[in-house]
């Protein structure tokens, strides 16, 4: 908008047409700059009263912390003068992009990437989750486009679950009438979980925790949906019970559905897909206009979650095992459990995630000889290993590998030492050898443990 101002009288026209008795004028070079167009914003942008009304004052600005005065400021100052009311309820500040070396991304400086390549290489979806996952409330984020794998990776991790189901949804029929049935404390526990993310979302929503509510989403569709609960209703998907089948998929595909749309804010495009994969829809019908999962908190049942979080903490142990002595999948391995919390569809679970041919339940047990061990939350677990590995050999190997981390964790230890390197070393080099220290440290200790087991 072209600017002239007034000499005689010191005022300032400011429309695209000139003023009548333009003689009087100087025009400017300058135009009505975005921070003058703040002042304005209260009362100009309005083509009449009743739009007004309805829209001053408003509810929420969303914009960046480096205006606070430039704008934020200006809006309230002149809404206050001319409306006698702050022009907004609340302002919810953004995070500032900005390069790996914390400069703000710029033209100028050529730091910038483009978000169409950005787009191209890992997709809008990803792109969007990533920066909402990885930008604190009130930070800036240090941004590099390789961080958009996180928003890549859960996306694939949604489409391989929903092409699981939907591949299982092929073979078994889906009857909304068994959805009820054959419920266990599996999926009570998912129940509990759901809409306890539900509450804990809405409420970060409603306190503009935009990050906090992307974490809570990625948890529960990562770790307690994908990596859990499919895991533990695969047994009943290939079971010879037709109607065990039939209830338990029928259920994990509403159960998708309404993790669809709990993601959908955060990743609209390949919800709004997979959604219309799930079953027949009329064209018009959008994930975005369907109705959002509503909350039950009666369905909230902490005993259930603490059962199946010991449960999922006994498998994780159990697997740790296995991987840590080398023993083969086909390896037939037998577990002893100290405790009297374990229940018989529990050991079912047990025995086949963790891949065990055998569990003894006993209060009394006392640890077998040359057994690997573990404790989770007050319940011993032993795993004999005769007959499975050798332990002399496997004895002999951990204490050459104990010894050369203790040579390598002295050298690091005797670096960081020395006042000469951490004053001249760059601060990534110092954090990366302090990472080294502390991974080496965590490995000893891991490799001790595992040789008292084999003494």
Known sequence: IPVWYNKTTNEIHCEVEPPKDIENWNQEEDVLDT??????????VFTNDKDQNYYYPTDLLVTGPDIIFFWVARMIIAGMEFHKKIP???????????????????????NSPDPFNVIAEYGADALR???????????DVMFSTDKCEIGRNFANKIWNAGRFLLMNAEKIKINDELKNKHIDAVDEW????FNRTLK??????????????????????????????????????????????????????????????????????????????????????????????????LKINEKIENEIEFLKDVITALRTIRSEMNLAPSAKITAFLKTNQISIQQEKFIKSLA????????????????????????CDIFVPLEGLIDIEIERNRIEK?????????????????????VKRAPKEIIEKEQQKKEHWNESLQKLNFILNDLK
């Open 35 to 44: 921070w003058a167009s703040s002042w304005l914003w209260a009362q100009d």
């Open 88 to 110: 907004f309820k609340d302002v919810y500040f953004t995070s500032i992009i900005r390069d790996m070396q914390g400069r703000k991304l710029s033209k100028s400086l050529g």
């Open 129 to 139: 989750f990533t920066i909402n996952y990885i930008s604190p409330l009130g930070q």
């Open 190 to 193: 998912l129940d509990s979980k």
């Open 200 to 297: 804990q979302i809405d409420f970060a929503l409603d306190t503009f925790d935009l990050n906090g509510a992307t974490k809570l989403v990625y948890s529960y569709v990562w770790s307690d949906f994908c990596d859990w609960y499919i895991e533990f209703i695969k047994n009943k998907l290939y079971s010879n019970d037709e109607e065990l089948k039939s209830a338990s998929l029928t259920r994990a595909l509403e159960h998708f559905e309404n993790l669809l749309k709990i993601v959908h804010p955060f990743m609209p495009f390949i919800t709004e897909e997979i959604w219309h994969l799930i079953k027949t829809r009329n064209e018009k019908e959008s994930i975005s206009t369907s109705q959002f999962p509503i909350l039950n908190e």
């Open 355 to 378: 891949r065990f041919e055998k569990l003894v339940v006993d209060p009394n047990i006392e640890k077998p000889k040359g057994s690997a061990s573990s404790i989770v939350r007050g």
């Open 401 to 421: 590998e104990i010894k050369r981390l203790e040579g390598m964790l002295i050298g690091v230890e005797k670096k960081l030492a020395n006042e000469d390197f």
